[in-house]
């Protein structure tokens, strides 16, 4: 049933849509049916980077999650995280949907938390007292603010 429907998915697909989704990666018997679809049309299929089926390679682990920031409401805490992340810094916003909901259990959660791996905590630390201190606020002249 499954080699079925690959055929036919494969069948429908252009020359170069088939390529993509060999580079992209595929699972074993989904690959077999590509490459086979493509020298059914003249075309040798091309090599991809890993074996089919094999996991990209996993990014390199920076440490625990460790809790940079509380006591924040929702909305400042996504826009931290976000601010951090366009720093270079991996960052979540954590408990933000609970927070969000009720102040009672924005209370009870210490409110919302910025958190990030440890291996960047020294670093997220100086770009958040950076932050604190005014040193990103646009100027009153900045085509932002216009």
Do not use: H
Request: proline share 7%; glycine share 8%; with cysteine.
């Amino acid at each position: 049933m499954a080699g079925q429907y690959l055929q036919d998915l494969f069948g429908s697909l252009t020359d170069e849509a088939i390529v993509a989704r060999i580079q992209s990666g595929l699972d074993p018997d989904a690959y077999e049916v590509a490459c086979r679809e493509l020298r059914s049309r003249g075309i040798e299929p091309p090599p991809i980077a890993q074996e089919p089926g094999t996991p990209a390679e996993a990014p390199p682990y920076l440490g625990d999650m460790v809790i940079l920031a509380r006591d924040l409401n929702s909305t400042e805490a996504q826009m931290l995280a976000s601010f951090l992340n366009s720093a270079g810094i991996y960052a979540e916003p954590g408990d933000v949907d609970t927070t969000r909901s009720s102040s009672l259990w924005s209370i009870a959660f210490g409110g919302a938390k910025i958190r990030v791996p440890q291996a960047q905590l020294a670093q997220a630390q100086q770009v958040l007292a950076a932050f604190n201190r005014g040193e990103f606020a646009l100027d009153d002249d900045s085509e932002a603010t216009r």
